[in-house]
T-cell receptor, first 110, second 116 residues
Framework: SQKIEQNSEALNIQEGKTATLTCNYT??????LQWYRQDPGRGPVFLLL?????KEKRKERLKVTFDTTLKQSLFHITASQPADSATYLC?????????FGAGTRLTVKP | NAGVMQNPRHLVRRRGQEARLRCSPM?????VYWYRQLPEEGLKFMVY????????ESGMPKERFSAEFPKEGPSILRIQQVVRGDSAAYFC??????????????FGQGTRLTVV
């Protein structure tokens, strides 16, 4: 059965460092992959989409890679700030909808 | 252009009562998706609707749960005879096209259902 695994439940880093979050999937062959941010008590907010023929995508301090051989996506936040603290979800298309990983809760300490 | 609106934000129901969750999609969006999220868990797909039609309800329990998206008005997720295990956050998302077709989803703020 399809599975989406995000590296860890929680990640704590110091302000200014680069945060790297991992999304691994099995039994999927997605044409693209999405990353969302979710703050406590709020709905997820779309951040980035990367297609299978794109190795890397950037948006401001965010960078996403997509390795279809490893079946893995890496999500990087450079020069992290306390305001980046949130849960980050990866999502893959499945039939008519998106399937989400459980998320990684990132805490950036000042 | 208002975002996806869900109400109520919080809903408390006693066991056996009915819960009605409402979702107004973004203007121009005809595709609505409902997800359930338990604490520390990911979003679980429940149902996908397009105006007046249920396209995919494979994630929705067959008993007690139903969803509709009428021609006029919001989409409704209805849970009859609620049980404690129904306590969760329910999120609605809308998109201008089918989600699996390479388009982002816009989520509402969710309805937090507590069954006491």
């Amino acid at each position: 059965s399809q599975k989406i695994e995000q590296n860890s439940e929680a990640l704590n880093i110091q302000e200014g460092k680069t945060a790297t979050l991992t999304c691994n999937y099995t039994n999927y062959s997605p044409a693209y992959l999405q990353w969302y941010r979710q703050d406590p008590g709020r709905g997820p907010v779309f951040l980035l989409l990367i297609r299978e023929n794109e190795k890397e995508k950037r948006k401001e301090r965010l960078k996403v890679t997509f390795d279809t051989t490893l079946k893995q996506s890496l999500f990087h936040i450079t020069a992290s700030q306390p305001a980046d603290s949130a849960t980050y979800l990866c999502a893959l298309p499945y039939n008519n909808d998106m399937r989400f990983g459980a998320g990684t809760r990132l805490t950036v300490k000042p | 252009n208002a975002g996806v609106m869900q109400n109520p934000r919080h809903l408390v129901r006693r066991r056996g009562q009915e819960a009605r969750l409402r979702c107004s999609p973004m203007k121009g969006h005809s595709h609505v998706y409902w997800y359930r999220q338990l604490p520390e868990e990911g979003l679980k797909f429940m149902v996908y609707l397009q105006k007046e039609n249920i396209i995919d309800e494979s994630g929705m329990p067959k008993e007690r749960f139903s969803a509709e998206f009428p021609k006029e008005g919001p989409s409704i997720l209805r849970i009859q005879q609620v049980v404690r295990g129904d306590s969760a956050a329910y999120f609605c998302a809308s998109s201008p096209r089918r989600q699996g077709g390479d388009t982002e989803a816009f989520f509402g703020q969710g309805t937090r259902l507590t069954v006491v």
